[in-house]
């Protein structure tokens, strides 16, 4: 099946277990993999025959920008529900990933990524 594959989308929201995570905030990176059928945009070259990743990558950043939830893990399933409304998608992949998490003694990442499919 093919893919559309939309990388580095970077917000700062409101998502954390820490309650000042809530109300300062932090970064978020996400990568968002949708499967789909392109062969009817491949033939067309019409962007109604496709998904139009501009609203997916805003549909992302709204949800990154006003979530409130105390897991990463909630957000990346409400992006994968969010991207899957989408009739033509059939599966999604999303990464979600916390830069600079504030854990005492850790400079790394933390990421979660979640396959969601239509049913």
């Keep these: 099946m093919d893919s559309i594959q939309i990388t580095g989308i970077r917000c700062y929201g409101y998502t954390g277990y820490l309650p000042e995570e809530q109300v300062l905030g932090q970064w978020f990176e996400a990568d968002v993999t949708l499967w ?4 009817p945009a491949g033939k067309s070259d019409r962007i109604e025959d ?5 609203k ?34 059939r599966q999604v992949q999303v990464r979600l990933s916390k830069p ?7 400079t790394g990442n933390i990421t979660v990524e979640i396959t969601r499919a239509k049913n």
């Design 50 to 54: 496709t998904l139009d990743y501009r």
């Design 56 to 89: 997916a990558i805003s549909t992302v950043q709204h949800l990154l920008k006003t979530s409130k939830f105390a897991l990463i893990e909630r957000v990346a399933a409400e992006i994968a529900g969010a991207m899957l409304e989408d009739e033509r998608v």
């Design 36 to 39: 789909l059928d392109l062969s």
């Design 100 to 106: 600079a998490a504030p854990i005492p003694d850790f």
